[in-house]
């Protein structure tokens, strides 16, 4: 069974910087596509970042392009998400996601039902 586990949420001062791990198991990033969602109160879950496991091209939402930043590592089979310059509006809960098959369109899969598996959340709060 594919489980994803959440870990590196916290409350930060605008400006500050949070690194968002987890970590995957019953799975290799080999297989899956990867995802960072987010979802504020009264908000749908958007998607924050995505990277192929098919050629490993990434997207990044307009709000948080060149703040954020997503990782793996294959060894361990963990994934990250850095965020850089932290906003208020950044404030959200955080969910890592894995797909259960690979993409091969030129569109990313950035919708919350192109993903099977999804970790638990975690709380990112950012202060002004």
């Known amino acids: 069974e594919v489980q994803l586990v959440e870990s590196g949420g916290g409350l930060v001062q605008a400006g500050g910087s949070l690194r968002l791990s987890c970590a995957v198991s019953?799975?290799?990033?080999?297989?899956?596509?990867i995802a960072w969602f987010r979802q504020a109160p009264g908000k749908e879950r958007e998607a924050v970042s995505y990277?192929?496991?098919?050629?490993?091209?990434?997207y990044y939402s307009d709000s948080v392009k060149g703040r954020f930043t997503i990782s793996t590592d294959s060894a361990k089979n963990n994934m990250f998400l850095q965020m850089n310059s932290l906003k208020p509006d950044d404030t959200a809960i955080y969910y890592c996601?894995?797909?259960?098959?690979?993409?091969?369109?030129?569109?990313?899969?950035?919708?919350?039902?192109?993903?099977?598996?999804w970790g638990q959340g975690t709380q990112v709060t950012v202060s002004s």
């Open positions: 996601a894995a797909s259960e098959i690979m993409y091969y369109s030129d569109d990313f899969p950035l919708n919350v039902h192109d993903y099977d598996y």
């Open positions: 019953g799975a290799s990033f080999d297989d899956h596509d």
């Open positions: 990277m192929s496991a098919t050629d490993g091209r990434t």
